[in-house]
Nanobody, 122 residues
Framework: QVQLVESGGGSVQAGGSLRLSCAGFGYTYSSYCMGWFRQAPGKEREELVRFYISDGRTIYGDSAKGRFAISRDNAKNTLDLQMNNLKAEDTAMYYC???????????????WGQGTQVTVSS
C-alpha cells in the first residue's frame, strides 16, 4: 500500500519562502520517480519537478526553475521542495507524486498525496 504524506504548506507574503515535505511509505521500486505538482483553481495540474530515484536525476518544470529546489533523503524516503521568492501566482494546491517515470513524463501519475495548500499574498 503506497502512501504519500505531504506537509509544510501555509500562507506567506510575496517574496517569502516555504518548504514542503513529502514522506513516502510502502514502496520500493527504484525505477520509479517522485515528484511535485501543483494545481491552481481553474487550471490544469502542472508538473514542478520530477526526481528519478534510480540515479538522482532531477527535471524541473519551467515554473520551478530558478526559485524551487528539491532535496532527497533516501534513508527517510522523503522529497522536500524548497520554494523561494514566492509570488501570488504560486498560490495552488501542491501534490506529491510517485509512479513510473515514463508515465509521469506524460502527466500520468499512479500515486498522489492528499495535497497541501500554499497561499501567497501580494
Amino acid at each position: 500500500q503506497v502512501q504519500l504524506v505531504e506537509s509544510g504548506g501555509g500562507s506567506v507574503q510575496a517574496g517569502g519562502s516555504l518548504r514542503l515535505s513529502c514522506a513516502g511509505f510502502g514502496y520500493t521500486y527504484s525505477s520509479y520517480c517522485m515528484g511535485w505538482f501543483r494545481q491552481a483553481p481553474g487550471k490544469e495540474r502542472e508538473e514542478l519537478v520530477r526526481f528519478y530515484i534510480s540515479d538522482g536525476r532531477t527535471i524541473y518544470g519551467d515554473s520551478a526553475k530558478g526559485r524551487f529546489a528539491i532535496s532527497r533523503d533516501n534513508a527517510k524516503n522523503t522529497l522536500d521542495l524548497q520554494m523561494n521568492n514566492l509570488k501570488a501566482e504560486d498560490t495552488a494546491m501542491y501534490y506529491c507524486a510517485y509512479g513510473r517515470c515514463d508515465l509521469m513524463v506524460t502527466r500520468i501519475v499512479q500515486y498522489w498525496g492528499q495535497g497541501t495548500q500554499v497561499t501567497v499574498s501580494s
